[in-house]
């Protein structure tokens, strides 16, 4: 896979870079604005900055980049690893997930992961409460990841920072939810929950710390993980943290208060990044809505087309069988895109029912059309392959770039929650999903459904953005 590294950066990136005064950088900014690329220069000039520092010994500078998802892993490791590499041994460079990080550091086989004594106890909140199964199943991590165990009772009197105002979580079903999370906990046995990992990794005697830290997408990252991290800077600390909470997709909110930071006793410094390099006008201004009614924080930047320089074709909407849509897509490749310099994603909600692996679904249609193909949900190596097309998750896309990226079968039945009311958690969380999805595109955004089966999200959308083709 084609992977663009750094160029050279903006004047305001430069101001970012440069800067070597011990402390908390957090640099926001919208999806294209040049976020993580400003975190990987600054990488390499902290490098040469602790290269110099502490003389220059073998394995005497140790940098640790972080984020949550493997797809953005297998990214990062590619770019950061060409940054620092003319420093040869003297950096020590791990780059890694929160997770498989965490992993390693407790001596956890992955083997013992198992999630099912908490999706029991989701299970026997739907029964008593209603709502459906996933989100108590995220009311129960986001409860994980939140508080400390001995601090879970504030659950009750707390705002639900992140979580939305509907569905309604009274104290009754807050009281209940902790009954049934600590009846899961004695359940479980030898086995251990992704949210266990923060929780243990703070109670770790810290023994081995690092000279700067990265952050990647933080704004997906829990309470718990994030406050597990900051006890591996050095003293003083030189940490980047990289987010835009308009495109947090998980159920995760923090405040800065929350995590011990404040500009007093860490050097807290908040800094964003206001041009939008990677979109076009037209791809920004057809993400924008998407967030319209959508409440934000400070650590949020809206799409703005107005930040926008470069100028492209309109976004289009495919209305037509999938078989159709599938083979506009193929034609379109085929006609306009060179594989040898562009790159391509083909993304869907998580369980898309056109993307499995039988016959009639993409991916074994578009290697029948003589269109080589890497799989990258969930792998952080999908960047050495050869194919300039790639297809995987919305999720799975966060932090990445292509020149185009489709959407297909894009229906009510893999993108069902409706939109209509903009308090709703699951609702906030879709549009979220799908702006920050948008924004992996340099040059051109393709959707395409069933006519019979629009999804309600599109209703949302300006239809002066983009134009409808009928297959």
């Not at 950088?25 to 502490?54: C, H, M």
């Not at 920072?161 to 479980?188: D, F, H, I, S, Y």
């Not at 409706?418 to 595109?441: F, H, K, S, T």
Request: charged content about 20%; glycine content about 6%; aromatic content about 8%.
């Amino acid at each position: 896979m084609l992977i663009r590294l750094p160029g050279r950066p903006t004047q305001e990136q430069m101001v970012l870079i440069t800067r070597t005064v011990p402390g908390v950088d957090v640099i926001r900014g919208a999806a294209g604005s040049g976020k993580t690329t400003t975190a990987i220069l600054r990488l390499r000039q902290l490098a040469s900055y602790f290269a110099a520092v502490n003389g220059g010994g073998a394995n005497s500078v140790r940098l640790l980049v972080l984020a949550y998802n493997r797809s953005l892993v297998g990214y990062l490791e590619h770019a950061c690893r060409a940054e620092v590499q003319d420093f040869g041994d003297i950096v020590d460079l791990t780059v890694d997930t929160f997770a498989h990080w965490s992993m390693n550091l407790l001596g956890i086989d992955p083997q013992r992961l198992d999630q099912s004594a908490l999706t029991a106890a989701a299970a026997r909140l739907v029964n008593q409460y209603g709502h459906d199964h996933r989100f108590w199943l995220n009311e129960l991590q986001y409860v994980l990841g939140r508080f400390h165990t001995d601090q879970r009772q504030t659950y009750i009197e707390a705002p639900r920072n992140g979580r939305g105002n509907t569905p309604l979580v009274n104290r009754t079903m807050r009281e209940g939810l902790l009954r049934e999370l600590a009846a899961a906990e004695a359940a479980k046995n030898n086995t251990v929950w992704w949210g266990d990992l923060a929780i243990r990794l703070l109670s770790l005697p810290v023994e081995d710390k690092y000279d700067a830290i990265v952050i990647d997408e933080a704004q997906d990252l829990s309470a718990n993980a994030m406050r597990a991290i900051l006890q591996y800077a050095k003293d003083p600390a030189f940490i980047t943290m990289v987010l835009d909470s308009a495109q947090r997709i998980y159920s995760h909110r923090y405040s800065w208060s929350e995590l011990g930071l404040t500009q007093a006793n860490s050097r807290l410094r908040f800094n964003r990044l206001r041009t939008n390099h990677r979109n076009t006008h037209e791809i920004a201004a057809f993400a924008a809505p998407l967030l319209n009614g959508i409440p934000i924080d400070d650590d949020a930047t809206p799409p703005d087309p107005s930040s926008v320089t470069e100028h492209g074709p309109l976004p289009k909407v495919l209305i037509g069988h999938f078989s159709a849509q599938a083979q506009f897509a193929a034609n379109f490749i085929q006609r306009n895109v060179d594989l040898e310099r562009e790159t391509v994603a083909f993304l869907h909600p998580l369980g898309g029912r056109w993307f499995n692996r039988d016959a009639n679904s993409l991916v074994p249609f578009l290697r029948r059309q003589g269109l080589e193909l890497t799989l990258f949900q969930g792998e952080r190596d999908w960047t050495d392959g050869d194919s300039n097309i790639a297809v995987g998750t919305l999720h799975s896309a966060k932090g990445l770039e292509f020149d185009y990226v489709f959407f297909l079968g894009f229906d009510t039945d893999t993108v069902p929650h409706a939109a209509d009311d903009p308090n709703d958690d699951r609702a906030q969380e879709l549009r979220r999903l799908v702006a920050m999805a948008i924004g992996r595109a340099r040059k051109q955004v393709i959707f395409g459904c069933r006519p019979e089966a629009r999804p309600r999200i599109l209703d949302l959308l300006d239809p002066q953005t983009y134009e409808v083709a009928a297959l």
